[in-house]
């Protein structure tokens, strides 16, 4: 397993009544079990496509002629999507070596300053772009679309149909008509597979292939975590169950209203974007849920951790750990001659991110506050990809517990109603 998942510190016998009670723990752990045989069910009937993903290579096969093409000829890649179909990317392409593929610039806001920015930084002829949306029709991402369209038809005429792939169902919808309009490719997205859940789909490993990782090991990792579920394991062996179970046992017993997941590793700060996604919109219905909150180490112990310890105690954290210690430039003795830097001399800067990050999880616990550790020795591909199946099989079990459908948002869709009503009733001005 690419992770280890250390939860001792959430359970009342190692931090006193703030943790959670083995009794409450036990018996959602058992009613988890239900959720591991639907799991084992729809992955032998075919009706959750997500599970089968891990183990699928021809789909990437024929993603890699694309995923070259864009290497080859351009400098600067475009993803244009919102949520689901940018923040699985995002996060995966963190892990690319700089300067090795072309820069990636994922836009997933209407900002008009942001896209002007970005229309006037990009030379047309080296620039490409990926449009995608499960719909087709994602009021946000389809703006953003044709006006970049319509900027490079102005420098390239019809030619600029080749710099464009989108990404969307294979059945008729407004992006599909455009791009037949345009002449411009379109690849399907699996309509069985959710956005939020689409990471390892072509939505999140194209724009990895893009930048040069490999997306196979990604799904690797992916199919280490999901093993233990289509394995048969006890729920108690099974990561994502247990994590399931100590977050909505807290929720019940202990009135534990957010969750947050705080990193150490730049790298890894956009997970928490993908997470809060995931978490929220998967579980926050019919009045249940907790509120996923995205932290990064060391940025908030300065800027949070007074509220951490000594605000309400409504909080569960989880520290995602790297194995650092030794890595990185060391800090000068030569430089360090000052008494109160002696501790610093001749460390690494991975010692200290190291020593702090233990720092901080002893110190929650020490304070009663429920703490998870999840630990890598390694941050590549195939650890990134167990994380994101890890949160995936937790938010499916946490769904089942609370009762909820984790695949639908149907609160979400009024906003974008009332949107489009203010636009047809405005005169454009």
């Known amino acids: ?44 009937d075919g009706s959750l496509p997500l599970l089968r993903l891990p183990e699928a290579r021809e789909d990437l096969e024929r993603l890699e002629p694309v995923a070259a093409r864009y290497r080859e000829r351009y400098r600067d890649v ?44 990009i030379d047309p002829l080296r620039t490409g772009f990926l449009v995608v949306s499960k719909s087709g029709s994602t009021a946000e991402t389809l703006s953003i679309f044709l006006i970049c ?9 019809e030619a600029a149909a080749e710099h464009f792939v989108a990404i969307t169902e294979p059945v008729d919808n407004v992006l599909r008509r455009i791009c037949a309009e345009h002449g411009i490719a379109a690849l399907d997205h699996d309509p069985g597979v959710g956005g939020r859940y689409s990471v390892l789909s072509l939505t999140g490993l194209l724009p990895a292939m893009i930048a040069g990782l490999d997306a196979g090991a990604v799904r690797d990792g992916a199919k280490d975590v999901l093993a233990s579920v289509l394995g048969n394991a006890a729920p108690l062996d099974v990561a994502p169950a ?17 969750t947050v997941l705080m990193p150490y590793a730049d790298r890894l700060a956009d997970l928490g974007l993908w ?5 929220a919109e998967s579980l926050g219905k ?33 520290i995602v750990m790297l194995d650092v210690a030794g890595r990185g430039e060391v800090i000068s003795p030569d430089l360090a001659r000052d008494g109160d830097l002696a501790y610093l001399a001749g460390r690494t800067l991975g010692d200290l ?51 909820v459908d984790p695949f639908n948002q149907p609160a979400v869709e009024e906003g974008k109603v009332l949107a489009r009503r203010y636009l047809s009733e405005s005169d454009g001005g």
């Not at 070596?97 to 002007?116: A, M, Q, T, V």
């Not at 800027?303 to 989880?318: A, E, H, I, V, W």
């Open 286 to 318: 019919d009045g249940k849920g907790t509120t996923p909150v995205k932290a990064i180490g060391t940025v908030d112990q300065h800027s949070q951790f007074q509220l951490y310890l000594d605000g309400p105690r409504d909080k569960m954290f989880t």
């Open 242 to 258: 247990v994590g399931a179970a100590i977050s909505i046992g807290l929720a019940q017993e202990r009135n534990v209203s957010t």
């Open 78 to 121: 475009v993803l244009i999507g919102t949520g689901g179909s940018s923040l699985g990317g995002q996060t995966l392409c963190n892990l690319a070596e700089p300067g090795i593929s072309p820069r990636l610039h994922f836009f997933d806001n209407i900002d008009p300053h942001s896209l002007d920015t970005l229309l006037t930084s």
């Open 275 to 279: 997470y809060r996604q995931l978490w």
């Open 353 to 403: 991110m190291d020593a702090e990050q233990r720092a901080t999880a002893e110190t929650l616990i020490r304070h009663q506050r429920p703490t998870r550790i999840i630990g890598l020795e390694a941050l590549d591909e195939r650890a990134m990809g167990a994380l994101f199946m890890h949160f995936m099989l937790e938010t499916i079990i946490a769904a089942h517990l609370l009762g």
């Open 149 to 157: 369209l319509a900027k490079m038809r102005e420098s390239l005429g």
């Open 1 to 44: 397993m690419p992770y280890t998942h250390l939860t001792d510190a959430c359970f009342s016998e190692t931090i006193g009544e703030h943790g959670i009670g083995r009794g409450c723990f036990d018996a959602l752990l058992e009613k988890a079990d239900g959720a591991l045989a639907i799991l084992r069910s729809r992955y032998e």
